[in-house]
């Protein structure tokens, strides 16, 4: 578990404008810890990429309501 | 005919009244010679004292005056002298102003000094109302 | 997370000291009490320096002594070296400690001279199993951000006294920054939206070299995305340059209030000169011209008994027929001469000859005399008709001389009005104020209504996006062959917007919450609550405080109201940030008088009951209201006293 605080609200606004998409949050969410765990990586690109690759796979074109 | 006079004449002792400052910067600030001798003239006149010249010097040439400077004083003479034949004495008729003159600067600078500076031209124009009140212009 | 511990070794004052923050009642409220000189901000300093590896609040001078303890350089031996360490120890909420410890070696050379030797900055933390990790360089950095970031810690750790100061160079964009920051909101705008942006146009490209239609698209949509960063930039730098003007006409205002109109009072005054020399001018002509009446006609007046005489002598001659003469010498002169009268042309004998010479000699005479009193005639009219005009052309000049010098004297007392009205006040530097404060007017309209310009462009640049978008969206779902990439990017394009959304919602809610929240801290805290009626905080983060009578009047309030509204924002980012990072105000009531104490400490005391709050006090500040309020309340009290050599600062607990 990231040692990092982040915000409840943006937590809480990612989770809302989400509109249900578990898939989306979750990415999102991660995406969050990973810049305030690791600030200014210079491979952040991979990282993101991997992400996607990742997350993508199990979304799909209108998930959300 | 005697050569006429060509020049008024002061006592060389009045030199220095007239040169004196009160004089020069003040009463008759920005006054001919001609003019500061016909205005001693009148104050000597008005106080009824004249004096004859102990030592002469030359003041200003009789040819500087205009008819009115020369009616001043002719008629100053008329009225010592009292008829007119005076009138054909020039000689007679510059010594008459000369006197009035020689009393009337010294008159002059005694009242001048004695009182506050700038004020003698304030007494005079009261002097010369009450004058006026007094006199019969007509 | 709120702070344990603090240890100091060497630290300036600090020989050793350790001051323990350990929460004992409701509230977790910490005092150090302090005189200057006894360390009190060097406290503050030990924090930001263990932290940041700086001093922001360093005195005078401080700054012209070492770091290091002077009782401890003076018991050095030379080429000895020795350490400053401080250490901050801080609770998480869930019990764990964090440790950030830094230390500095110096050497002595001679009794003048030490030099540093280097420092080490290390964090001390439990990982995910419990294991003690130490964390160096970058990672310690990382560490420190995330308790209280560089960026922000000016409203976490910070200098009661520069409140004043605070919206003099707070712009609106500094305020939003630190919002964004306070709030992390940064994290999602700068980090994630940006990142996932670049990414997703990275996906673009891709697509893109599978088909030109693709590639079209996509080049045409970078291309309207850059427009738009590019208006996007400028208007940042408009909004900066208006904050900036605005704070300086907010400044120069500020200088000049109360200063008079100088401009005006100049133009003034030279008119006023120009009047003063003309009225001396007319004023000494008509002197000189009632100096010149007083000669001529004082002249005739003193002579009148004598002109008088003179015409009446010469209006009796008139009426005698005396003047002008009966024979005239010249026909005289010619019988005379021919030795012939010219009337009966008779010869003259020796008799009449001698008669002739005797009647010539008589008319010589009467001739000159009547010459003389015909030449008068004339001059004798203009002297009665001057006496007859003399009092009242005398009258007419001293009206006028009066009226001039009433005139003067009006002027002059005006002048003197003005030159008292201007003294004191140095005129160019005056002048100086005005013309920077029209100068940052001018600034500030320009950039607005380029600003609005560039508002406009922004639109359409943001409908240009948008069509391209759509654009290149249609034409990846035409192709069949980046099918697999097309669902990437519609991902990307989803948490884009989410992200997008989440950030703008927080923005609109963390800068109402700030509002309400700056507002009601305020209010709590000020005397003169019926003489404000709102806070706002604008679009661009402006604060304008606005009077009960409607007008925004932050310019104009004392020190002490700047000074309660700067906290109650700081105590409203607290509270927007989510952050419980401590809060440590040195001086906090240095300038709030004593009527607003009270209510300062009430609400200081609420604060505490959230997150751990530390107040460094002189003694002066410590007052009754203070003590008397908070006294009971704190967990912790501290004193801190210089030993008799002042070369060491201890710490006492009370």
């Known amino acids: ?65 | 005919m005697a050569k006429l006079p060509d020049r008024l004449d002061i006592d060389k002792s009045d030199r220095k009244l007239y040169d004196h400052d009160i004089i020069t910067n003040e009463i008759l600030a920005g006054r001919t010679r001609k003019e500061q001798f016909l205005f001693a003239m009148a104050v000597g006149f008005k106080n009824e004292v004249k004096r004859p010249l102990d030592s002469r010097e030359g003041f200003f040439l009789a040819k500087d005056m205009r008819s009115e400077d020369e009616a001043l004083i002719d008629s100053v003479a008329l009225h010592d002298m009292g008829s007119a034949e005076v009138l054909s004495d020039r000689k007679a008729v510059f010594r008459i102003a000369e006197e009035y003159a020689h009393a009337g600067i010294k008159v002059l600078y005694d009242e001048a000094t004695s009182v506050q500076p700038g004020s003698f031209l304030k007494k005079l124009e009261l002097e010369l109302f009450s004058l006026l009140d007094s006199l019969n212009l007509e | ?654």
Request: with cysteine; proline share 2%; charged share 35%.
């Open chain 3, 1 to 654: 997370m709120r702070i344990e511990k603090i240890f100091l070794r060497n630290y300036r004052q600090f020989r050793q000291a350790e001051i323990t923050f350990r929460r004992r009642h409701d509230t977790d409220l910490h005092f150090v009490i302090g005189s200057n000189g006894t360390g009190k901000t060097n406290l503050l300093n030990a924090i930001n320096w263990c932290l940041y590896g700086d001093e922001p609040h360093l005195s005078k001078d401080s700054q012209q002594l070492p770091l290091l303890n002077l009782k401890t350089v003076d018991r050095m031996d030379v080429g000895k070296e020795n350490e400053v360490a401080v250490e901050v120890w801080t609770e998480t909420e869930h019990g764990e400690y964090i440790t950030f410890k830094r230390r500095a070696v110096f050497r002595k050379h001679n009794d003048r001279k030490i030099t540093h030797e280097g420092t080490k900055f290390e964090v001390t933390f439990n990982d995910e199993r419990g294991n003690t990790k130490i964390a160096t360089d970058e990672d310690a950095i990382t560490w420190v951000e995330r308790f209280v970031p560089k960026g922000i810690r000016e409203f976490f750790f910070f200098d009661g006294e520069r409140l004043d100061n605070y919206f003099k160079e707070a712009t609106g964009q500094n305020i939003r920054h630190a919002v964004f920051q306070i709030s992390q909101i940064d994290l999602l705008e700068n980090c994630v939206e940006r990142k996932l942006q670049d990414t997703l146009d990275d996906l673009r490209k891709e697509a893109g070299k599978t088909s030109p239609k693709i590639e079209g698209a996509r080049t045409e949509l970078e291309q309207a995305k850059n427009k738009l960063n590019e208006i996007e930039k400028r208007i940042n730098e408009c909004e900066t340059q208006i904050g900036v003007a605005k704070n300086k006409v907010a400044e120069f205002g500020d200088k000049l209030r109360g200063v008079p109109d100088i401009e005006s009072l100049e133009e003034e005054r030279r008119k006023i000169e120009t009047s003063l020399k003309e009225t001396k001018e007319l004023l000494g002509a008509k002197e000189e011209e009632k100096k010149s009446l007083l000669h001529e006609s004082g002249s005739i007046l003193m002579l009148w008994p004598a002109i008088k005489k003179a015409t009446q002598i010469v209006e009796e001659k008139k009426r005698n027929q005396e003047i002008p003469p009966p024979v005239d010498k010249g026909f005289l002169e010619e019988v005379l001469r021919n030795k012939s009268c010219r009337v009966c042309g008779r010869s003259l004998d020796d008799s009449s000859s001698k008669q002739v010479r005797e009647l010539i000699k008589e008319v010589e005479t009467s001739s000159e005399i009547a010459q003389r009193l015909v030449q008068m005639e004339i001059p004798l009219y203009q002297f009665r008709e001057r006496a007859g005009k003399y009092k009242e052309q005398m009258e007419d000049i001293t009206r006028n001389i009066t009226r001039y010098e009433k005139t003067l004297t009006e002027i002059t007392q005006r002048k003197e009005q003005i030159d008292s009205q201007m003294a004191g006040y140095d005129e160019k530097l005056i002048r100086e104020w005005y013309r920077e404060r029209a100068k940052f007017e001018d600034l500030r309209d320009q950039n607005q209504r380029q600003l609005g310009g560039l508002l406009v462009m922004k639109q359409g640049a943001e409908g240009a996006v948008e069509k391209w978008q759509k654009e290149l969206d249609t034409e990846l779902k035409k192709e069949e062959k980046v099918k697999g990439l097309t669902k990437k990017i519609a991902f990307c394009e989803r948490a884009v917007d989410v992200a997008r959304s989440t950030r703008e919602a927080i923005m609109k809610e963390t800068r109402e919450r700030v509002e309400v929240e700056t507002k009601r801290q305020f209010f709590r805290l000020v005397w003169k609550k019926e003489t404000f009626g709102d806070i706002r905080i604008k679009a661009d983060y402006g604060i304008d405080l606005i009077h009960s009578m409607g007008y925004e009047c932050l310019g104009s309030v004392s020190a002490g109201e700047r000074e309660m509204l700067a906290l109650s924002f700081t105590l409203a980012l607290h509270q927007a940030s989510g952050f419980d990072s401590p809060l440590l105000i040195d001086t906090p009531v240095a300038r709030i008088s004593d009527v607003n104490r009270e209510n300062f400490a009430k609400v200081l005391c609420e604060v505490s009951t959230i997150k751990q709050t530390i107040l460094l006090f002189t003694p002066d500040e410590y007052s009754e209201e203070i003590s008397r309020y908070l006294g009971g309340r704190a967990s912790g009290r501290y004193l801190l006293k210089l030993t008799s050599d002042e070369n060491e600062a201890k710490v006492e607990v009370r």
């Open chain 1, 1 to 65: 578990m990231s040692s990092v605080k982040i915000n409840e609200r943006i937590l809480e606004g990612i989770t809302k404008n989400s509109v249900g998409n578990e898939v989306i949050k979750n990415f999102l969410i991660d995406l969050i810890y990973e810049e305030a765990d690791h600030p200014g990586q210079w491979w952040w690109k991979d990282t993101y990429k991997k992400l996607i690759d990742r997350f993508s796979a199990d979304w799909e074109v209108g998930d959300e309501n």
